[in-house]
């Protein structure tokens, strides 16, 4: 039950929320609440048998009899270490925004926690429809989050990224139709909704022609999840996104839904259609590269700081893309360790940009300069949260990248060769920016907090520093102990590596 | 005696205790807490360094070896990284100048950096660099040295934008980053080249496995795997192409400018290199390479050094041409030459600019030599230090800079893969660095004093002073353990205790009937070495007439050379070259991307397509009218709609 437990608790802590009387202590409840499914996934964790590759604390029971959905729920070493990156998150992010939203509080962190329940749900689920429907349900929460509590141009923000997101769905979901329709094939007649009898099917994959099922049906979720991901050039909702949600939506966004795409690649795309994968990989290779060094150059020219951080994280995810599609056992666990890592340092940066936005309003990278003078402590972290970002060696960042670019080497030197230029490129942007914002003479902004009492900055409060202590922590942490976390997923993605023809999956738990 | 392993882990931890110590408490402003602290954290580390070196002393030639795995780092399928160190013949070497010379420079900055405002916080980077350098050069895997190697550019960048708020200084530590990170680009490649093709990227099985066979194509693996190594050490070492941070580096704290960027941090590719000389001997084209880059830059920063003001920035130059010798000695397969000339620079050049350093502290700040002069009488202990600097560097017999360079240029003369012109340009090379470098005497000490005269140079105190004395005595002595068989046998046996400790790790380039000269032939050796030095000799006389008797000779020289001074002096305009050729374009470039494919083009379709779609907008009007609820409900109606067709048939 503890899976059912992590996906449904949230939901239950937003009704909670939404009855509770007192309005002045909603976030300290919500605070205590997001702790508690933290703790509860701590303990799942503890349960978890790394050294299996099978589908663990399985739940299994039939929903719509007549199409074979059921809701099923599993965790392997390839979902554990999002489940626990979506758990560790939300605290912070409702501690992050303690100051910041101050407008329909219990709304806010109500749809924090249906956005939670859909976000776990998604990476836990194992039928089709059941992921489909918590795929989809994250949307909408979302959607407010931006709409609501966003910046200026969060209506036009907030339906880029839906329109956006429901029209790779919508793909998606025809697709998942149509393999329905395959199953009775597998199942002796049944129809049938479950991941794992989507496994079995062998869909029939012909090199060169187009208009085959596997080729279509590949395409059909690889361009859903693209779009999530965002995949270049699928990728202009995301800065626009972000630029508009508030601290805490940039954070969800770039932390954990991000990942739902690169995630479902693996859960979905590479074994379901492995033929198609392995013969259209080149596609996915071009875009991850292009990606890596095009969001890097548009990274470079943007004026507003957000908006840099933005398109840095079209460079990360073109990483991303680019270990997945190596499809090797470099790639691939870097790949997964780099969604740890970019939901980390990129959603440190978010939070760090939005504690600087609390004290001066601005986001323009041009009216700064000198903040280092003026915020020492603040200056400190972000540095280091930057030598995360860019990868310097003994942070998070340095292991997934390497590996990735590893990965890709082997996959072809060439793509390694154009890939790596990231490294430099990624260091030009993120140094400029820190050069422009914290060093040189005092720019603007500063010059007018130093004049004008009322708008004095003030470094880091203690809460600011409780929120950030957490992050820094695990920046050096997975830097220099990647085995702690990598010892979790590599059973399961040897598993996925070398049985990607004929995957299939054991089932451990309550509903095998 | 202790062991090893707990010797390595007190030498690697001691400045990271000093590190933190310093770190957490930032902004004291108590410099000599700080200092102390600092200090004794390096002190420490070299006193280990010493224990172990004394280990290896014990051990027999052939078991030189401490090696001590902490813990294991990466582990994915076959790629397999420990936290592994190893000490032996080289590292040692590196490890006893890393503290010792960094020592030095702590105990020098307690002095130099006591005015300024975030001395905790320089000590602190300070220890965390040696941390860095430590790890770089201990690391047992090319991984783990790249750790160290990324993590001295983290430091060097933090250090040389010290005086952040200053912009040109900030930029200065942007540029150094940025560029180390082109050649890290093309390491990281390298790496996967050996590892792909040795399936190891442990150095001392990289190098058992080295292959037998020479790889004399430009396209096989080794040349290409060792060719980026070496792209990544032009970085770290500023060579040619990448030299450009280095001057620019100088926008860092002065002892800074003696600890990493002339000391210790500079050196690390040749360091590299000379670790896995059996590799790189197999690919005669990547030493070929090399050899000519290292004298290329040899020569074009000495001839800037030639025309710049600035004391630091000659220094630099100087470096950075000094730095090419080295790479010239490895080019030519002379690895125990370059690492021999690494050690005797790392004293003469710590001592020239904590020299400068002490110079530029009497002065108020002054580093224009052109406002200097008659320093000699004010400044009686740096004058003298930095003689014997100066005296080592252009290569003066008996003094260190004379062994070490005269090694190289005759390996570069007679090694099977040296050639006559390698051996021309390192002479030149030399000839232009004594007249440099006796300019830059000239010019500061001797001559008539052009100091204003609102400023009142002092000699510095002993904590400054103290350091320049023992690194003036090291670059005396230094280079008496590693003199040719020539003048050792001829004063009576003197062994090249150098050449004997470095043996069991280097590895001698296969001879080919034919080429070369043979090793014997030392009335040659020594002609060249006589030739060479009275060169050298000639050149800084005629600097010294030239910049203190006859002034305003020099202007007229200038002026002679017209537009070729001119070039010179604007450093061959280089950095114009690289903002106009590359930087600028990828700027524009990229501001063309977004605003043309993404804002005008990507954005532009996506909405034409949901027009089009949708029957002339309607959808997207609808949708942007913010009624939410209505939109909620499309995604239902749209589920079940397409459920029942589908589904039902």
């Known amino acids: ?512 | 005696m202790l062991n090893h392993e707990l010797l390595i882990a007190i030498l690697l931890l001691s400045p990271v205790v000093g590190f933190l110590l310093n770190g957490l408490r930032f902004r004291s402003k108590n410099y000599m807490l700080a200092g102390s602290i600092a200090t004794a954290a390096v002190v420490v580390s070299f006193v280990c360094s010493v224990l172990l070196f004394l280990q290896l002393l014990d051990a027999d030639a052939e078991h030189r070896r401490l090696a001590v795995s902490f813990f294991e780092w990466i582990a994915v399928d076959k790629f397999k990284i420990n936290a592994g160190f190893v000490v032996d013949q080289i590292s040692v070497i590196m490890i006893l100048i890393i503290t010792g010379v960094g020592s030095l420079i702590h105990l020098f900055s307690i002095g130099y950096m006591h005015h300024d405002k975030g001395v905790t916080k320089y000590f602190a980077y300070l220890n965390l660099f040696i941390f860095n350098m430590l790890i770089l050069v201990l690391g047992d895997s090319l991984l783990t040295m790249f750790v160290g190697w990324e993590g001295v550019g983290l430091c060097s960048y933090l250090l040389i934008g010290f005086w952040f708020t200053d912009s040109a200084k900030a930029a200065a530590g942007m540029k150094a980053f940025v560029t180390n990170r082109i050649g890290d680009a093309a390491f990281i490649i390298g790496m996967f080249v050996l590892f792909v093709t040795f399936g190891t990227l442990n150095m001392h099985e990289l190098n058992a496995l080295a292959p037998t066979v020479l790889d004399s194509s430009w396209m096989g693996a080794v040349t290409i795997g060792t060719m980026l190594l070496f792209i990544g050490a032009t970085g770290k070492s500023a060579q040619i192409p990448l030299y450009v941070w280095l001057p620019d580096a100088m926008a860092g704290p002065t002892p800074v400018s003696a600890l990493i960027h002339a000391a210790t941090m500079v050196t690390a590719g040749v360091y590299m290199i000379v670790r896995l000389d059996p590799i790189f001997i197999m690919a005669p084209n990547t030493m070929m390479v090399i050899a000519i880059v290292g004298a290329s830059t040899a020569v074009l920063a000495a001839t800037i050094g030639l025309t710049q003001f600035d004391i630091k920035k000659v220094l630099a130059y100087s470096t950075v041409s000094q730095l090419g010798y080295m790479f010239l000695a490895v080019g030519v397969g002379a690895f125990g030459a370059g690492m021999f000339h690494l050690m005797t620079h790392a004293f003469f050049k710590a001592l020239m600019f904590l020299g400068s350093g002490s110079v530029i502290h009497g002065m108020h700040e002054e580093q224009d030599i052109r406002k200097m002069g008659g320093l000699k009488k004010y400044m009686p202990i740096t004058h003298f230090t930095f003689l014997l600097g100066w005296l080592a560097i252009i290569g003066m017999p008996p003094f260190a800079g004379f062994f070490s360079k005269d090694e190289i240029l005759w390996q570069a003369f007679s090694s099977p893969r040296g050639h006559w012109l390698l051996w021309l340009a390192g002479v030149l090379g030399a000839v232009l660095t004594a007249f440099y470098m006796t300019r830059l005497m000239a010019l500061t000490f001797w001559g008539k004093s052009r100091i204003d005269k609102s400023v009142h140079p002092h000699e510095s105190g002993l904590s400054m002073t103290i350091p320049l004395m023992v690194l003036a005595l090291l670059s005396v002595i230094g280079g008496w353990i590693g003199i040719p068989h020539v003048i050792g046998s001829a004063l009576g046996n003197i062994p090249n205790m150098w050449e004997h400790w470095l043996e069991p790790l280097i590895t001698k380039i296969p001879a080919v009937a034919g080429e070369g000269v043979e090793h014997g032939d030392s009335s040659l050796e020594i002609i060249l070495m006589v030739v060479s030095v009275v060169l050298a000799g000639l050149s800084a006389i005629s600097a010294y007439v030239m910049y203190t008797k006859k002034e305003g000779s020099s202007a007229k020289v200038a002026k002679a050379f017209g537009p070729a001074y001119e070039l010179v002096n604007k450093k061959y305009l280089v950095d114009e070259a690289y903002f106009a050729g590359i930087i600028n374009p990828l700027v524009n470039l990229s501001r063309n991307l977004w605003y043309y494919i993404d804002v005008n083009f990507i954005d532009k379709a996506t909405f034409k397509i949901a027009d089009v779609a949708n029957g002339g907008g309607s959808f997207v009007k609808a949708l942007q009218n913010g009624n939410m609820q209505q939109y909620a409900m499309y995604i239902g109606v749209g589920v079940v709609v397409v459920l029942s067709f589908v589904l039902m048939r």
């Open chain 1, 1 to 512: 039950m503890i899976l059912s437990g992590l996906i449904f608790l949230p939901l239950l802590f937003a009704l909670i929320i939404t009855v509770w009387p007192q309005r002045n202590t909603v976030r300290h409840i919500a605070l205590g609440l997001s702790v508690i499914e933290f703790v509860i996934s701590l303990a799942m964790l503890q349960k978890f048998d790394p050294a299996s590759s099978a589908l663990q604390m399985v739940e299994k029971t039939t929903w719509i009899e007549r199409f074979g959905i059921s809701y099923f729920v599993g965790i392997d070493g390839i979902s554990l270490m999002l489940v626990m990156l979506t758990t560790f998150l939300v605290p912070i992010i409702i501690l992050a925004s303690w100051n910041s939203i101050d407008k329909k509080i219990k709304g806010f962190h109500a749809a924090l926690f249906i956005l939670q329940t859909a976000m776990l749900g998604s990476f836990l689920a194992m039928d089709a429809i059941l992921f489909y429907t918590f795929w989809e349900l994250s949307l909408i929460p979302m959607y407010f989050i931006v709409g609501i509590w966003g910046g200026a141009r969060r209506i036009y923000a907030t339906i880029k990224f839906f329109i956006y997101t429901m029209a790779g769905s919508v793909l998606m979901l025809l697709a998942i139709i149509f393999m329905m329709r395959l199953t009775p094939e597998v199942t002796g007649g049944q129809i049938s909704a479950s991941l794992l009898d989507f496994y079995k099917l062998r869909i029939p994959f012909i090199a060169g022609e187009f208009f085959t099922a596997q080729t279509l049906l590949f395409f059909a979720f690889a361009l859903a999840f693209a779009i999530k991901v965002p995949i270049f050039p699928l990728h202009t909702w995301l800065p626009d996104a972000h630029v508009e949600a508030p601290t805490p939506g940039s954070v969800i966004l770039a932390g954990v839904m991000l990942k739902m795409g690169t995630y479902c690649f693996l859960r979905w795309v590479i074994p379901l259609f492995p033929e198609a994968t392995e013969h259209y990989s080149w596609i996915f290779m071009a875009v991850g590269v292009i990606g890596i060094v095009y969001g890097a150059l548009v990274a470079m020219v943007q004026p507003d700081v957000k908006k840099l951080v933005a398109y840095s994280s079209v460079s990360h995810m073109g990483y991303i893309i680019v270990g997945l599609f190596a499809m090797n056992a470099y790639g691939v666990n870097g790949a997964l360790y780099q969604m740890l890592n970019h939901g980390i340092s990129t959603g440190a940066l978010f939070l760090l940009i939005g504690m600087i936005y609390e004290r001066t309003h601005s986001r323009e990278i041009s009216k700064y300069g000198g903040l280092a003078s003026a915020l020492p402590i603040f200056t400190i972290i972000f540095v280091i949260v930057t030598m995360s970002s860019i990868a310097v060696p003994m942070t998070n960042g340095f292991i997934g990248e390497f590996l990735i670019l590893l990965g890709s080497y082997q996959y072809s030197p060439w793509v390694a060769s154009i890939a790596v230029s990231g490294v430099v490129l990624g260091a030009a942007y993120m140094l400029w920016m820190v050069k422009r914002i914290f060093f040189g003479p005092a720019g603007e902004i500063v010059k007018h907090a130093a004049h004008d009492k009322e708008h004095a900055l003030h470094d880091l409060s203690v809460r600011e520093l409780v929120v950030l202590a957490p992050l820094i922590v695990l920046i050096f942490w997975m830097g220099l102990f990647p085995n702690h976390f990598m010892d979790y997923s590599k059973a399961s993605v040897d598993h996925l590596i070398k049985n990607k023809m004929g995957y299939s999956l054991v089932l451990t738990g309550e509903g095998k």
